[in-house]
């Protein structure tokens, strides 16, 4: 089972940025992988997600145009880019992958999470 650490959260102003890392650990690194959010009160949410080839990405529709899920398989590591933020996007981001589907866009579908970073936009 892969081991998933994420970074990069942080306090950020409504309109910035954050850059989101994902490194996980073990032999190998063949699974897709998606980004989901959690916000207080609320249930966990998909955001993006990513083939293992990188060559496919899919978005929720409240991030599309603004946030880009991209991934390094000689670092294996993981990313999402997140522009124009909005106090909405306020929430704990977690890290997901899965080995048996090609597109993680559903909770159900994830093998390993991480423990979650905290983004916080204040407005």
């Known amino acids: 089972q892969v081991q998933l650490v994420e970074s990069g959260g942080g306090l950020v102003q409504a309109g910035g940025s954050l850059k989101l890392s994902c490194a996980a650990s073990?032999?190998?690194?063949?699974?897709?992988m998606g980004w989901f959010r959690q916000a207080p009160g609320k249930e966990r949410e998909f955001v993006a997600a990513?083939?293992?080839?990188?060559?496919?990405?899919n978005y929720a529709d409240s991030v599309k145009g603004r946030f880009t899920i991209s991934r390094d398989n000689a670092r294996k590591l993981v990313y999402l880019q997140m522009n124009s933020l909005e106090p909405e996007d306020t929430a704990v981001y977690y890290c997901?992958?899965?080995?048996?589907?090609?597109?993680?866009?559903?909770?159900?579908?994830?093998?390993?999470w991480g423990k979650g970073t905290l983004v916080t936009v204040s407005s």
């Open positions: 997901a992958a899965s080995g048996w589907v090609s597109s993680v866009s559903q909770a159900s579908t994830v093998g390993s």
């Open positions: 073990g032999r190998t690194f063949s699974y897709a």
């Open positions: 990513i083939s293992q080839s990188g060559g496919s990405t």
